[in-house]
């Protein structure tokens, strides 16, 4: 994707579409957002009818060619960039499907500012010409590894947003668990809060946020099970809070369960499987990564 320009969207106007303002054709045909639409007109290059500049209350005619930028405008960016490892599965002009390395995390924060994966990405972009920024769609914890989606403009992350928790985007997580959950299959829906005196720690609360996990035991031994999990809501911690409610907290969770750096030096989580639809073009897309070397080892 080297030397990738400012990624556009194009439409040709047919004969049912002539007449109509550029603003209702940007908004019903090419599906951009108000928001999206305001951060572009400004831009000289924004919306171009043609080839030349245009404004939203233009009229088009038909066989006319509209285009407009969905990129970020140059240097918005305020991420540092930092060289750092990716593995990325997919690419395209709209996203971009990584494989994360388990201890890496997702966002800069206090005491992360520059050795994240949108730190990596940055750097990235920045060196192979990608005019993009780094809209992460989806969140993983920084002990969790696997398949995670990161758009490259607002209008991919905002189309791929709506997508999260409807059957449209689904994401499946394998987990390493202490103990058995009984039954072996079956639905927690059980509300999430924070959990007094912690900044980080949730705990079921049954004034917090629903959520709601989805299970199934794969296999079972030595008193450990892998365990299939698919969400219905995200919430932070969700999977390793609701196995931990079950009795069966992830093996090497230091926050709900039993940490042991001998054993596996984080929470057994992985992002196995993932699918969603493209935000521009609407196809049927899916990954799935294996079960890391560190997660198989404990079953």
């Given at each position: ?62 066989g006319q060619r509209l ?191 039993t940490e042991d750096p ?38």
């Amino acid at each position: 994707m080297a030397g990738e320009g400012p990624r556009r969207l194009e439409l040709t106007v047919t004969a049912e579409m002539a007449g109509e303002k550029i603003d209702t054709l940007l908004r019903r045909e090419l599906h951009l957002s108000g928001t999206v639409i305001r951060r572009v007109k400004w831009l000289e290059d924004g919306i171009l009818l043609d080839g030349v500049r245009a404004i939203t209350g233009q009229r088009v005619g038909a066989g006319q060619r509209l285009s407009v930028r969905v990129a970020d405008p140059d240097h918005k960016g305020v991420m540092i960039p930092t060289p750092g490892p990716l593995d990325i599965v997919y690419e395209d002009g709209d996203l971009l499907v990584l494989n994360k390395a388990p201890g890496v995390p997702v966002h800069p924060g206090p005491g992360h500012y520059s050795d994240t994966l949108c730190n990596f990405i940055a750097y990235y972009y920045k060196n192979a010409g990608i005019t993009a920024d780094v809209h992460p769609v989806q969140r993983l914890d920084r002990g969790t590894s696997g398949l995670m989606v990161v758009a490259k403009h607002p209008h991919a992350q905002e189309r791929l947003k709506r997508q999260l928790h409807t059957p449209a985007f689904r994401r499946v997580y394998l987990a390493v668990t202490d103990g058995v959950p009984e039954p072996p299959e079956g639905v927690v829906d059980a509300p999430l809060g924070r959990a007094p005196g912690s900044l980080v720690a949730r705990r079921v609360d049954p004034d917090g946020q629903r959520a709601v996990t989805r299970y199934r035991v794969l296999r079972a031994g030595q008193g450990r099970a892998l365990v299939e999990l698919e969400l219905d809501t995200g919430r932070t911690h969700q999977i390793r809070v609701h196995m931990a409610h079950l009795g069966c907290p992830l093996t090497g969770d230091f926050l709900y369960g039993t940490e042991d750096p001998g054993l596996i030096s984080r929470p057994a989580l992985h992002s196995a499987r993932l699918s969603l639809l493209h935000p521009v073009t609407g196809a049927p897309l899916s990954w799935e990564q294996p079960l890391p070397a560190d997660m198989a080892r404990l079953v």
